[in-house]
């Protein structure tokens, strides 16, 4: 079956029963806050959008997709939204979005991203013939702006109020045009959120359509509990109507979005079926390359109960696995590679544990981080009971309660580390 733009189910209402889309979960992180988002729920009940179940690796994803495709054989899209931005997890996008292209050479792509480090990858996205991106434009006023976003990451850098408003609308403004430039199919969405910009949509309106934009989505916002907005009334289904009919005269409307989660599969509006999410829970248990055989999961620890080492300051790794009986046993013992050397200790340490699927530590810098991810070995940093880390990893448990606040932070600011031990 040749797949056109008419079959995309969010774009063309005649699709939307017949055609079905994919989100792979596979962008944890934002570079933003918006004032109505909470990305830390996640319940099967619960469909809201940036939601999701298990987030995986793009290897991960690809075996979830195949597997999808067999339960589903009607997918004709698929997208990457989140759970946070697609480009403020840039690597893993790009690569999940070359692997799905090289796969599937028929398959419609599509992204949705608040817009902010969109642009230096927008050449590439057409080269990949990603034919479709949303990217979510509540204000173009940045006083209005001030008042959706808590903050704005740019460049390593934090902005807040008028600052970073600005910037985040400069920012979705240039790449809108960019997309045009190259043609891609633009859609924007502006969630109306009821007395902070539901007379400013308007307004974006009038401003995309004179950039380009093809689509307009006036989504009515979600109301979701431990937020700064949690206390906001959702818009009634009149004013909703009101602001897509006065904002029709800009722009085509888009009137079926189902704000689906960040991994929704199948036709738009169905719940996830068990079995699909079933073999969601069955991705996220692979090795980050699933192709890869890495039955033990390394440690560092002081004493061999806490994880409670940083990872420069590891003399020893100690290696578990699992038992035929479910129970997590240690394996081995491993030494690290002497300090010093830079780049060519993490690569040395990556080599000694390339049949781990995992590196459980108390700190880590960004170098030895990145080192082992590009060799499949996912450094996590956690502080707990090792065996209870343990059998989460292999057991697909949630381990957010274990986590530390970033799992990727700047050397010794948030660990036991000295702060000089990963450089
Ligand atoms: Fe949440 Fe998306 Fe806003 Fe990020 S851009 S804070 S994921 S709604
Ligand atoms: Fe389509 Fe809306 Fe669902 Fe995105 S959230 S896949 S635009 S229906």
């Not at 994919?22 to 009940?45: E, G, S, T």
């Not at 642009?119 to 949303?134: G, K, M, N, R």
């Not at 079926?256 to 079995?275: F, K, P």
Request: glycine content about 8%; proline content about 5%; overall charge negative.
């Amino acid at each position: 079956m040749t797949l056109t733009l008419a079959n995309h189910p969010c774009f063309n209402d005649a699709s939307r029963h017949k055609f079905g889309r994919i989100h792979l979960p596979i962008a944890p992180k934002c570079n933003i806050q918006c004032n109505y988002c909470n990305r830390k729920f996640d319940c099967m009940n619960e469909n809201r959008p940036g939601v999701t179940s298990k987030i995986l690796s793009p290897g991960q994803a690809m075996h979830y997709l195949d597997q999808a495709m067999t339960l589903s054989p009607n997918i004709a899209v698929v997208g990457i939204a989140g759970p946070g931005d697609p480009f403020a997890n840039p690597d893993e996008t790009m690569e999940t979005l070359r692997l799905v292209r090289a796969k599937y050479p028929e398959m419609l792509l599509c992204v949705a991203t608040n817009g902010l480090d969109l642009y230096p990858y927008i050449d590439e996205l057409a080269e990949l013939q990603v034919s479709h991106v949303t990217i979510t434009i509540n204000a173009i006023d940045p006083v209005i702006g001030s008042e959706i976003y808590a903050w704005v990451r740019y460049n390593k850098k934090m902005y807040r109020d008028l600052d970073a408003a600005k910037l985040l609308i400069d920012k979705q403004l240039e790449a809108l045009k960019r997309l045009k430039e190259v043609g891609v199919t633009a859609k924007v969405n502006s969630i109306i959120i009821p007395g902070i910009n539901d007379t400013h949509v308007i307004e974006v309106a009038r401003k995309v359509a004179e950039l380009g934009a093809d689509i307009l989505n006036c989504m009515p916002y979600y109301s979701t509990t431990e937020t700064v907005f949690e206390n906001i009334a959702e818009p009634s289904l009149e004013i909703v109507n009101e602001i897509q009919s006065a904002t029709s005269q800009y722009l085509p409307q888009m009137k079926h979005c189902a704000r689906c989660r960040a991994d929704a599969v199948g036709i738009i509006g169905e719940i996830n079926s068990e079995e699909i999410m079933q073999k969601l829970a069955e991705a996220a248990l692979l090795p980050t390359n699933p192709s890869e055989s890495r039955p033990y999961i390394a440690v560092s620890s002081i004493e061999g109960v806490l994880i409670n080492q940083h990872l420069g300051e590891a003399e020893r790794f100690l290696i578990y696995s699992m038992n035929d009986t479910g129970e997590c046993i240690l394996v081995d013992s491993r030494t690290a590679p002497p300090a010093g050397g830079g780049q060519q200790r993490w690569e040395a340490l990556a080599d000694s544990l390339n049949d781990c699927r995992a590196l459980l530590v108390n700190g880590a810098g960004d170098s030895p981080t990145k080192v082992m991810k590009a060799k499949g070995i996912e450094v996590m940093v956690l502080e707990g009971v090792i065996e209870e880390a343990v059998y989460g990893i292999f057991n697909g448990q949630d381990l957010k309660h274990l986590m530390k606040s970033s799992q990727i932070h700047a050397c010794g600011s948030s660990c036991s580390g000295t702060g000089g031990g990963c450089g």
